[in-house]
């Protein structure tokens, strides 16, 4: 390589100009459709589930105290901000905030629980039932994901342990 090749590179640089940015210093404002955090509402949200049967990485989770408490926990640690569960919500309980800087000391900050009393329905005014085998094989209804691992779980009962699915047929032999 040249002298000269290295001045021409020199010149093209600083004829640039500052490329950088202070950041830390002054904050640029976020785009308009920025997909931040998940921010729940506990006052619009009817306890569908369907955020955490739709959320990818699987962060929103469910669990049924009784009939009429339903817990939803957001833990935040694998979330993408995809914004797929503000996006299924029919009650448009969750919005995404336009918070860039989420990095945290603490695991706990970021993490959101709601606990909503269910004790009828709010769009038809019926009690939530117990749900049928094949409403939970639907992932509808009753959840009992682990809060304190922080793990979604499937349960389903499309087999029993220990016991034939069908009983037989007995057949008559002439």
């Known amino acids: 390589m040249s002298v000269s090749s290295k001045l021409k590179e020199t010149l093209?640089?600083?004829?640039a100009g500052r490329v950088t940015l202070p950041y830390p210093a002054q904050?640029?404002?976020?785009?308009?459709?920025f997909r931040g955090r998940p921010i729940f509402d506990v006052t619009k949200?009817?306890?569908?589930?369907g955020c955490a049967n739709n959320c990818p990485a699987r962060e929103i989770l469910v669990f049924d105290i009784c009939q009429e408490i339903r817990v939803l926990e957001y833990s935040g640690l694998r979330c993408t901000y995809c914004g797929r569960c503000a996006d299924l919500c029919p009650e448009k309980a969750i919005t995404l905030s336009h918070d860039?800087?989420?990095?945290?000391?603490?695991i706990h900050d970021?993490?959101?629980r709601l606990e909503i009393f269910m004790s009828t329905c709010q769009r038809c005014g019926r009690c939530f039932e117990e749900p049928s085998a094949l409403e939970e094989l639907k992932m509808k209804g009753y959840r009992l994901d682990d809060l304190a691992n922080d793990?979604?779980?499937?349960?389903s009962r499309s087999y029993l342990?220990?016991?034939?699915?069908?009983?037989?047929?007995?057949?008559?032999m002439d």
């Open 12 to 15: 093209v640089c600083l004829k």
């Open 27 to 33: 904050a640029r404002p976020v785009p308009e459709k």
């Open 45 to 49: 949200c009817t306890g569908c589930a």
């Open 151 to 155: 793990r979604w779980v499937f349960r």
């Open 100 to 106: 860039f800087e989420t990095g945290t000391d603490s």
């Open 161 to 172: 342990e220990g016991e034939p699915a069908v009983e037989d047929i007995p057949i008559e």
């Open 110 to 112: 970021n993490q959101q």
